[in-house]
């Protein structure tokens, strides 16, 4: 079964630092683009950053220059490193992910089960 899976968030004072990490795993025959979002309460689930197989990168205007997106070297793997944290980053963050199959050679969106990241004031 394919699937993504997170880890990393939790609670965090305003201007620290947290880490995600999303790992995909199953018969997957390729990974394009990787990404991460994220869904306040009350709020549209909205954008935070993606990379490429290639390695390009792209934020959202309100994360420049405070989170990185990175993937593994196994390519699989997405991380986002959040610094510099704000209290309107607190959210629940979801990674996702283009993976084409290895039995039909179709590519397809997953998205990983989200993970809660807090940052208190």
């Known amino acids: 079964q394919v699937q993504l899976v997170e880890s990393g968030g939790g609670l965090v004072q305003a201007g620290g630092s947290l880490g995600l990490s999303c790992a995909a795993s199953?018969?997957?025959?390729?990974?394009?683009?990787m990404g991460w979002y994220r869904q306040a309460p009350g709020k549209q689930r909205e954008l935070v950053a993606t990379?490429?197989?290639?390695?390009?990168?792209m934020y959202a205007d309100s994360v420049k220059g405070r989170f990185t997106i990175s993937r593994g070297n196994a390519k699989n793997t997405v991380y986002l490193q959040m610094n510099s944290l704000k209290p309107e980053d607190t959210a629940v963050y979801y990674c996702?992910?283009?993976?084409?199959?290895?039995?039909?050679?179709?590519?397809?969106?997953?998205w990983g089960q989200g993970t809660q990241v807090t940052v208190s004031s």
């Open positions: 996702n992910g283009d993976l084409t199959l290895n039995s039909s050679k179709r590519t397809y969106r997953y």
């Open positions: 199953g018969s997957i025959f390729s990974i394009n683009v």
């Open positions: 990379i490429t197989s290639g390695g390009s990168t």
